[in-house]
T-cell receptor, first 113, second 114 residues
Framework: NAGVTQTPKFRVLKTGQSMTLLCAQD?????MYWYRQDPGMGLRLIHY???????AKGEVPDGYNVSRLKKQNFLLGLESAAPSQTSVYFC????????????FGDGTRLSIL | AQSVTQPDIHITVSEGASLELRCNYS??????LFWYVQSPGQGLQLLLK????DTLVQGIKGFEAEFKRSQSSFNLRKPSVHWSDAAEYFC????????????WGAGTKLIIKP
């Protein structure tokens, strides 16, 4: 009963490197989200998806790309990492009904040197 | 623009004492409201939610929250805190106008004194 699984849990990158964060959910949820969490700023939505093959921009999409090729997976990519992208990244998923809560993974702590 | 304010960055409470965490929102229509808790090194877990009806809602772990439309508030309460309640608490607001995306408060860190 995994719920939402994020990989990796930790990563250190150098400026300019690229990487992909993977989010997998086993609850058959339609909606998936990527957030970043920075001290004193709560959660900010990067991108989200309302179904397989669809993506949309959130509050802070610049510097990130996403893909939802399979319903259960939502990938977040950094093409050219910058120190400002040092953060903790959370993936979440939910049912289509907006009244349903979001289910979160345990996060990925990413440091850009 | 919609916003959510959690005025207290951190709160320290003695074990066994009562707790109230504040959340104020700015939104023109009736929002739907959530409280989440985040334990260190973990993701967020839903404590409770309010959409309509009774303005006092009960959640998990003995928490409750009261929606006050006149004050645009949704404060979280617990009559007696336990050391295991030490965590960060987030208030979130959503509405149809925002395409059901949630707007999050900055969080309140709860510290429990033994």
């Amino acid at each position: 009963n995994a719920g939402v699984t994020q990989t990796p849990k930790f990563r250190v990158l150098k400026t300019g490197q690229s990487m992909t964060l993977l989010c997998a959910q086993d609850m058959n949820h339609e909606y998936m989200y990527w957030y970043r969490q920075d001290p004193g700023m709560g959660l900010r939505l990067i991108h989200y998806s309302v179904g397989e093959g669809t993506t949309a921009k959130g509050e802070v999409p610049d510097g990130y790309n996403v893909s939802r090729l399979k319903k259960q997976n939502f990938l977040l990519g950094l093409e050219s990492a910058a120190p400002s992208q040092t953060s903790v990244y959370f993936c979440a998923s939910s049912w289509v009904d907006q009244y349903q809560p979001q289910h979160f993974g345990d996060g990925t702590r990413l440091s850009i040197l | 623009a919609q916003s959510v304010t959690q005025p207290d960055i951190h709160i320290t409470v003695s074990e066994g004492a009562s707790l109230e965490l504040r959340c104020n929102y700015s939104y023109g229509a009736t929002p739907y409201l959530f409280w989440y808790v985040q334990s260190p090194g973990q993701g967020l877990q839903l404590l409770l939610k309010y959409f309509s009806g009774d303005t006092l809602v009960q959640g998990i772990k003995g928490f409750e929250a009261e929606f006050k439309r006149s004050q645009s508030s949704f404060n979280l309460r617990k009559p007696s805190v336990h050391w295991s309640d030490a965590a960060e608490y987030f208030c979130a607001v959503g509405a149809a106008r925002s395409n059901y995306q949630l707007i999050w408060g900055a969080g309140t860190k709860l510290i429990i004194k033994p």
